[in-house]
């Protein structure tokens, strides 16, 4: 399994970003997806996921409004599109592949079993 994402990059407050998470070595099209994000101090959280077939998708609290997830299982890619960036959305981003194709009733239960290695996004003015 390798998800490689590429996208992020310094941006101003209000900017946005695109987000995008190349996978290979399983069948993309049967596991849910997802973005996490962990700042630096801060604990590690699960910004959005998507089942396998992007019938369901949550988000966090935080990013509510102003992230969306999407994929496209033809070309094995997820992707992120990030708009009305704020200073807290700093942080290094990282794409996984979760252990089935959806998770259970709670957002929270989202399990990965695969971590890309990150992509900094940098909101600062």
């Known amino acids: 399994v390798q998800l490689v994402e590429s996208g992020g990059g310094l941006v101003q407050p209000g900017g946005s970003l695109r987000l995008s998470c190349a996978a290979s070595?399983?069948?993309?099209?049967?596991?849910?997806m997802s973005w996490y994000r962990q700042a630096p101090g801060k604990e590690r959280e699960l910004v959005a996921a998507i089942t396998s077939t992007g019938r369901r998708i949550n988000y966090g609290d935080s990013v509510k409004g102003r992230f969306t997830i999407s994929r496209d299982n033809a070309k094995n890619t997820l992707y992120l599109q990030m708009n009305s960036l704020e200073l807290e959305d700093t942080a290094l981003y990282y794409c996984?592949?979760?252990?089935?194709w959806g998770w259970g009733t709670a957002f929270r239960s989202y399990e990965a079993d695969y971590w890309g290695q990150g992509t900094q996004v940098t909101v600062s003015s």
């Open positions: 996984t592949k979760g252990r089935d």
């Open positions: 070595g399983f069948t993309f099209s049967r596991y849910a």
